[in-house]
């Protein structure tokens, strides 16, 4: 079982943010390659979340520049972001709590749905063709993430760790040659975070995509990730496999504090 | 029926081309098959499989879910005279090892990526396994190992050879006779290695035939498939009387879907263990309880009315301008909408099997006016020996002998039976085979039981459990130790039961509280407890105790056979019987031996007539450590009853 590894897809290039005058990324540099999954970890408040934003066009940082397939932007804009095919999943859950698993996965077709609302309404022609075009992906994507069953649930209704499978799901549907996702296995019991990575592998493995992701559980991320970043106070202390930064000192030092 | 499965399929092919035969839902659609879809894929996989080297009379596993292409492939095994051998998609890997050695099995196909994890981890075990073929190819991409192949790439490798050579697969399918062996079903044996039981498609369509004559069944039935395929019910139903009948069967999307599948499908024909109907009574009563006052209150009434006139009606017999009114006035209020929930509008005929199923759950589905029935039969019969008949159900008997079905009762108490259903014989294992089939041609149960006075056939227990008391007032009486235990464990508020009396001058018995619903009644009561054990020694609910002891004492007052099998006295236990403490086996079943010996001085106490004893029990928690209970068990007669006299 081995997957190839392609050439650099997201290249973050110096970056350095700042709030007033906190700063919350200095001088960050990393690639991500192709079809693997890169991990950033990092202590809380380490800027983990922030370095997400920032390739995702959520914040603009005030130094670096990025550089997706090839093209280089000193600021990520959010919508052009997912138009280049970049999805993500949040750690607090976007999701829209009165509505049904389905029609929450069906906003992520959004970007791909050709006809206009007008037609859309009424559900005309070429409307309809498409909608019926999108609600098999949709399916698919809930065939893949085995949620059948809450299918016409009101996402609200559903336990914590379901919830998170939905947001994987609404992320999937945009077909993402990039996923982001941030924390995804926070606050889930064991069996929902051996789920959650049995689906991360099979988003990367099934459909190819490039999957970073930021995650505090250690032993999940050096499990299922091929490279890792690590971050603490807003710079970057390690970088490499993780076997490499499981034997970093400075790794260690920040995750399990130094002897004074 | 002087014929096989392939033949029948085939026919149905002939006869109803564009009807459908299979349906499973897949991206939230019903996707339907017809016979000629079906019958072109299993040509196509018989075909491959023959290139693959597949030989007649060859054994080959099928592990998985019900899904349409792993009926086919059952399918286009018979078609070439090999033999299917369903095993339990849920079990672990090694108990695969021993079917796969004992049948030199070659071949497997298998539903998805789970299950060929768990053969390629056995696979260093057993040698002869070379071929897995697998139905979904998720997660399989990049697995490389020899010998594994998508059921697709066999299907259509066997469609192109099918073309060279078209009069191949009719030929085999002619040279199968009706005597050939058509499936074998492993038999999970409480002790030893499990045991293959081996049919014939004589032996399988006879008694399918046998029980769809017997409710005319006919190719307009709907039917469910969830339960394991491996388990002989699940394949009577879905497969032997799918081909006979040539009905629609129905896959669920998934294992978590069935309910929604079934409200979708509304099936005509039903089929569940006991355990089903209850999981579905407990789901309809908790959301009941959080209902409205007003919506809580009609049901109640309504509930009332259909336990009232509803089974009476069921069983044909009048009830009245009033109870008509009633309860016709309910069925449009209450009776239809809940069916409709359950998926059981259309439900002509729904059977239950395999467990005692407890009076009470077993009228509210014949109160709210679903048809359910009981029947008895095993693995060994091919399933259909006695079946309830419409207007005839009841909860304590499973039905009079079917068409084909000769029946009787040993001198030991022991039903034996005879029909064109049973057995060839276990697979390999001539000593077990001349146990329960004998050379005059009958087959022994090991079931204990008797034909009523209305014909029908009551089980008791299992013939190796039946005591007789002796000494005492009641000195010889038959004891069925199961029997009583279901009687208490049919109160909502028993959980388990051991019940003894064999060779001893009365039947005394030890009881669990069920923590869930005692604690419930407890607070609902303001009673106050600091935990199981505390809670089963209050005062309170020994007497709720005593009350179902003596009910079920009356009721075993009325049997003439068991009367003497009363209960004289019982203790509450201090502790809940645990299968890691080794009271219980793995299926939930008590340990009667086992909890003797461990309770040895409550046993003593209970016929000694001590009022009180102390016990000091140790135990294993889930995370594995061990720590101890204690208590002092208070001990409690009961009032047992003159037996009824009978006017017969």
Redesign the interface.
Known sequence: ???VIGDVILDVHNISLNFGGVKALSDISFNVREHEIRAIIGPNGAGKSSMLNCINGVYTPQQGNITFRGQTFSHMDSHQVAVMGVARTFQNLALFKGMSVLDNIMTGRNLRMKSNLLLQAIRFGPAEREEIEH??KV??I??FL?I??Y?KTPVGQLPYGLQKRVDLGRALALEPQVLLLDEPMAGMNVEEKQDMCRFIL?VN??FGTTVVLIEHDMGVVMDISDRVVVLDYGKKIGDGTPDEVRKNPEVISAYLGTGH | MNTTFPRLLLEHAARRPLATALREK????WQSLTWQALAEMVKGLACGLHQAGLQRGEHVIVVGANRPRLYASMLAVQSLGAIPVPLYQDAVATEYVFPINNADVRFAVVENQEQVDKLLEIRPDCEKLAHIFFDDP??L????QVGLASLSDLQDKGQQFAKQTPTFFDKEVAINQADDVAAMFFTSGTTGNPKGVVHTHRSLLDRAKAGADFDHLSEKEEVLAYMPPAWIGQNIFSYAQWLCCGYVVNCP??V??VN?DLKEIGPTYYFAPPRVFEGMLTTVMIRMEDASAPKRGLFSYFMDIARRYGPARMDGQSIGLWGQLIYGLGNVLIYGPLRNNLGFSRVRVAYTAGEAIGPDLFNFYRAIGINLKQLYGSTETAVFVCLQPDNQARADTVGVPCAGVEIKVSAQGEVLVKSAGLLKGYYKNPEATAEVLTADGWYHTNDAGFIDSHGHLKIIDRVKDVGRIQGGASDGAMFAPKYVENKLKFFPHIKEVVAYGDGRDKVCVMLNIDFEAVGNWAERRNLGYAGYTDLAQKSEVYQLMLECVEKVNADLAADALLAGSQISRFLVLHKELDADDGELTRTNKVRRGFIADKYAVLVDALYQGLAEQFIETAVKFEDGRTGSVSAHLRLMDARTFAPVEHAA
């Open positions: 079982m081995s997957k609600r098999r399916e698919e809930i065939d085995e059948q069953p299918r099979d493995d099934e | 897949e991206y939230g659609i998720r997660g991409r990049n697995y490389q999307e998934s978590a879907t929604i």
